[in-house]
């Protein structure tokens, strides 16, 4: 069974690009969002196997999403997406406990790579 992912960006573009690659391939898309309050209420809303969060939004962004998120469930699968390479985020990033961090541009074969493996690290947890 395919995890049920929540895509969270706000380029609504690239949120229906990756929605439908991703279902092409398999994946369940539960639900979308455009920036990070939206994540934290689509998560506690749909309990996603997985949410696929952009760090750089306006307003509410991807480490409001994150920090929400792990408030609510200190387990949950988050994917942080983003083309800011510089180490301050990426500390922030592992300081928040972000599941995987995605670096654009990235391949669609690394994005369904980095779901699996957060799929099959949760379920190694829950054994």
Same mark, same amino acid.
């Not at 997406?81 to 654009?104: G, Q």
């Given at each position: ?30 639900? !979308? ?7 934290? =209420?689509?998560?506690? /809303? %749909?309990?996603? +196997?997985?949410? @696929? ?28 997406? !983003? ?7 990426? =500390?922030?990033?592992? /300081? %928040?406990?972000? +599941?995987?961090? @995605? ?25």
């Amino acid at each position: 069974m395919q995890p049920n992912l929540l895509i969270v960006d706000d380029d609504l573009d690239t949120v229906e690009i990756f929605k439908e690659f991703l279902e092409i391939k398999g994946f369940n898309v539960i639900g !979308t969002g455009k920036n990070g309050k939206e994540a934290v =209420e689509k998560y506690q /809303e %749909l309990k996603p +196997s997985v949410v @696929l969060l952009d760090v750089m939004m306006p307003e509410y962004d991807g480490f409001y999403g994150l920090q929400g998120i792990r408030k609510v469930d200190p387990n949950a699968n988050v994917i942080m997406v !983003t083309a800011d390479k510089t180490t301050i985020t990426e =500390e922030r990033l592992r /300081e %928040l406990n972000a +599941s995987d961090i @995605l670096y654009k541009p990235y391949e669609i074969d690394d994005v369904i790579s980095a779901i699996n493996k957060a799929v099959i690290g949760s379920l190694k947890i829950s054994c």
